[in-house]
């Protein structure tokens, strides 16, 4: 028998294509739309840990699939390419920073995080990239049956299950692929129960 946790992994690659949406997009294809766009890579560690800081999927990072990458992109707001000598160590530059884990060169989970609040039209403009041919709704959060395995939580699915959304303050947004966001709650799970003989052993 396979076990649940391929299954659950196969399926982020199966039922995601960068037809339907950006989650599921090869990385250079997508580091191509962003080189063009007035976006860099940041690769100087002091400022990849800064930036990594408080972010939601540090506490799975020893949950990740085999052949993870995360990485974090700097976008403009006006589309013209930064300088790198500009980059900080410490504090934004006006724009965006986007997280991307990347599991087998393919997009699974992205963070939006602007340098100011992300107002409504920009909340709305980046759903619809991820909308593809299907649509958003939102979650009925009373529901008191909701078992949903989540290790991210979110606000809005895609009717279709295969993508869900949140907003995190008002500043960033998460956009990831549903059923590798059951799979990192999973893990995370399993994990814990492997361990819970020897936590309690003595009481």
Known sequence: MIPTRLII????FILLSPIYAR?????LELEKRLNVSGGLQY??????SNRRRGM?????LDYLPERSE???????LDGKKPVAKEMKASGMLEGWDVHIIFVEGKSVLEIYRRSSSINEFE??????????????EKRDTNDENDET????????ERNDKKLRAKKLGSNMMLICSAPFDKFIKQEFLDKQMESLPASIKGF
């Open 149 to 156: 395995v989540t290790a991210f939580g979110f606000d809005y």
């Open 123 to 136: 909340f709305s403009a980046l759903l619809r990239l991820q909308t593809g041919q299907s649509f958003w």
């Open 56 to 60: 939601p999927y540090q506490k799975y």
């Open 43 to 48: 690769r100087e560690e002091r400022v990849l």
């Open 23 to 27: 989650i599921g997009e090869e990385r």
């Open 70 to 76: 995360i990485r974090v992109y700097y976008k403009t």
């Open 9 to 12: 992994l196969s399926l982020i």
